[in-house]
């Protein structure tokens, strides 16, 4: 897991390096998320990087019954992960990110949800890793590992302090 994590550590300072401008002139979320999936995905080769992706084969990717997530389509039924690295012939789901710029005020608890159901071992789509990133201008503020549905907390720890000084380097 520690492998793959780096590869987003990589990502996370190759987007700061090269995004500034986004930031700058406070783009939105979503223009956000597709260029970090640019960094990611040259992160990992023989894997598929998509933002919004709520497939698996050909099966539209479904909350389990009674969440709480909200969703963007009018049935409330589809979920759409802001970035995943998967295998969409296989289907072989390894990584989501959830990313939101530090601005954004709206609770944190939808992303959170969302990254639970997504590396809940027990749907059929789970996710081996998900990732929660809060972004601001110069540096990620907040960051959650998360693994089997619950946030790994030591993982957690030890992914923010290589994220802290993986980005102390590049500056």
Same mark, same amino acid.
């Given at each position: 897991?520690?492998?793959? /994590?780096? #590869?987003? $550590?990589?990502?996370?300072?190759?987007?700061?390096?090269? !995004?500034?401008?986004?930031?700058?002139?406070? =783009?939105?979320?979503?223009?956000?998320?597709?260029?970090?999936?640019?960094?990611?995905?040259?992160?990992?080769?023989?894997?598929?990087?998509?933002?919004?992706?709520?497939?698996?084969?050909?099966?539209?990717?479904?909350?389990?019954?009674?969440?709480?997530?909200?969703?963007?389509?009018? /049935?409330? #039924?589809? $979920?759409?992960?802001?970035?995943?690295?998967?295998?969409? !012939?296989?289907?072989?789901?390894?990584?989501? =990110?959830?990313?939101?710029?530090?601005?954004?005020?709206?609770?944190?608890?939808?992303?959170?949800?969302?990254?639970?159901?997504?590396?809940?071992?027990?749907?059929?789509?789970?996710?081996?890793?998900?990732?929660?990133?809060?972004?601001?201008?110069?540096?990620?503020?907040?960051?959650?590992?998360?693994?089997?549905?619950?946030?790994?907390?030591?993982?957690?720890?030890?992914?923010?302090?290589?994220?802290?000084?993986?980005?102390?380097?590049?500056?």
């Amino acid at each position: 897991m520690q492998t793959e /994590l780096n #590869k987003v $550590i990589a990502a996370v300072r190759d987007f700061y390096a090269h !995004e500034g401008f986004l930031f700058e002139k406070d =783009v939105g979320e979503r223009a956000v998320t597709h260029r970090f999936a640019v960094y990611l995905e040259k992160q990992f080769a023989g894997w598929s990087v998509d933002c919004n992706y709520d497939r698996l084969g050909e099966r539209t990717l479904h909350l389990p019954h009674g969440t709480i997530i909200s969703t963007d389509d009018h /049935l409330g #039924k589809s $979920i759409y992960p802001d970035v995943v690295v998967h295998q969409r !012939e296989i289907p072989n789901n390894l990584l989501t =990110v959830e990313i939101r710029k530090a601005s954004n005020h709206t609770p944190l608890e939808h992303d959170r949800h969302k990254l639970r159901a997504l590396t809940d071992a027990h749907v059929w789509f789970a996710y081996w890793i998900g990732v929660l990133l809060v972004l601001d201008k110069q540096h990620v503020t907040m960051s959650e590992v998360y693994v089997s549905g619950v946030v790994d907390e030591p993982l957690s720890r030890w992914f923010a302090t290589r994220l802290e000084s993986g980005l102390g380097a590049a500056h």
